[in-house]
């Protein structure tokens, strides 16, 4: 399978429940990314990985907490969610960080609802 | 802060029309991309221009970087309802490669 690959689509957790998002991309790519884009605001940049090594914490809250076994697979693993955390959750992936000029490949995102 | 405007941030039109959508920012990018969301999907790259002043098409779609690479246009002639989606600009900071990205601009090309 090409492409960068989401799942789950969607997920309804409760504010005490742990769960886990996972992303996989087959395309080669060194860097991977976890957004967060929430209705009518800017996408939000999470975390970076670049060669398995997180380059980036943008301030992310510690209920968030990323992992990145190897080059192909990025986890978000989320515990005490509040309600304002749903959001669409995107990863994405590339060639390399820092390497604009081919752009991101996303994956469809998982919709998240914390109720 | 950086920050990348879009507008409109919502724009509805009849099919066979042509449109613009504007991505502004008083920060200078080192190339800019565009991007299509579609309902229930994650963007998908459209173009990258580089090159301040460069031209780009792609079919019926024109991209515009500004001379000074602070700002870029994205033209469509004649919208077809295919064309609906979200369109999503993202500079690039060039001293630490982080993209900076603007709100959207939700278009929807009615039959």
């Known amino acids: 399978e090409t492409g960068v690959t989401q799942t789950p689509r969607h997920l309804v957790m409760g504010m005490t429940n742990k769960k886990s998002l996972k992303c996989e991309q087959h395309l080669g790519h060194n860097a991977m990314y976890w957004y967060k884009q929430s209705a009518k605001k800017p996408l939000e940049l999470m975390f970076v990985y670049n060669f398995k090594e997180q380059t980036e914490n943008n301030s992310v809250p510690s209920r968030f907490s990323p992992e990145c076994p190897n080059s192909s697979h990025l986890f978000l693993h989320l515990h005490t969610l509040q309600p304002e955390d749903s959001a669409l959750y995107l990863c994405?992936?590339?060639?390399?960080?820092?390497?604009?000029?081919?752009?991101?490949?996303f994956g469809s995102g998982t919709r998240l609802t914390v109720v | 802060t950086q920050l990348l405007e879009q507008s409109p941030q919502f724009l509805s039109i009849q099919e066979g029309e042509n449109l613009t959508v504007y991505c502004n920012s008083s920060s200078v990018f080192s190339s800019l991309q565009w991007y299509r969301q579609e309902p229930g999907e994650g963007p998908v790259l459209l173009v990258t221009?580089?090159?301040g002043g460069e031209v780009k098409k792609l079919k019926r779609l024109t991209f515009q970087f500004g001379d000074a690479r602070k700002d870029s246009s994205l033209h469509i002639t004649a919208a077809q309802p295919g064309d609906t989606g979200l369109y999503l600009c993202?500079?690039?900071?060039?001293?630490?490669?982080?993209?900076?990205w603007g709100a959207g601009t939700k278009l929807i090309i009615k039959p």
């Open positions: 993202a500079g690039e900071d060039g001293s630490n490669y982080q993209l900076i």
């Open positions: 994405a992936s590339s060639p390399r960080q820092g390497a604009q000029e081919y752009g991101y490949t």
């Open positions: 221009v580089v090159t």
